[in-house]
């Protein structure tokens, strides 16, 4: 009995040895293959949102990479930094605007927001597409507004069977691993825009 706990003792204490020379050792080895610049990891690229994973339903960030009609929108995710939010647990609800519904906002206004400077008026923009939640177009006719994730809210119309959402219509919606996104006909502006 003293044996095997003694020989257990040794061997959890050889597994903290080994884990903690692992942990102390060269944590981002890179190899000179030629190049002038070695690359750095930003501490943009890190997080949940860069993290590969075939296995699992696709989270709402998942979808509109994988969607055709949302390059703009994953465009402008990328330019206001907010790729992380997006892949929270959630349940998050995001009202997800086509590549034609940013082709009718001004050229000149789509490309100053997507500069640097004007990441914080990006995001809120972006910010007000989202809300907590998972609701079907239908049960969103029980609405009257909703708050949305820039801390404003957006009202919600409903014409015979379509629902309207700060003025957009949902043309479809696709369930997400962390909450839902309603594919929608015009981008929707803040009141303070």
Do not use: R, W
Request: glycine letters at 8%; charged letters at 20%.
């Amino acid at each position: 009995m003293k044996s095997t706990i003694k020989l257990s003792i040794m061997g959890l204490f050889s597994l903290l040895t080994i884990f903690s020379s692992c942990k102390n050792g060269p944590q981002n080895e890179t190899k000179d293959l030629g190049q002038s610049e070695s690359t750095i990891t930003s501490e943009y690229t890190k997080g949940q949102a860069f993290i590969e994973d075939d296995g699992s339903t696709p989270n709402v960030l998942q979808i509109a990479l994988k969607s055709e009609d949302h390059t703009t929108l994953v465009a402008a995710v990328q330019a206001a930094q907010l790729e992380n939010v997006l892949v929270n647990a959630g349940p998050l609800m995001v009202f997800a605007p086509t590549n034609t519904a940013f082709d009718a906002l001004p050229e000149e206004t789509l490309n100053d927001l997507l500069k640097a400077e004007n990441k914080d008026a990006l995001s809120n923009i972006l910010k007000y597409h989202v809300t907590p939640g998972n609701y079907s177009k239908d049960f969103l006719k029980n609405f009257k507004k909703l708050g949305q994730a820039n801390n404003q809210d957006v009202f919600v119309e409903v014409k015979g069977d379509d629902v309207y959402v700060g003025g957009a219509k949902i043309i479809g919606s696709i369930s997400a691993g962390n909450g839902i996104v309603h594919i929608v006909d015009k981008v929707i502006l803040p009141p303070s825009q």
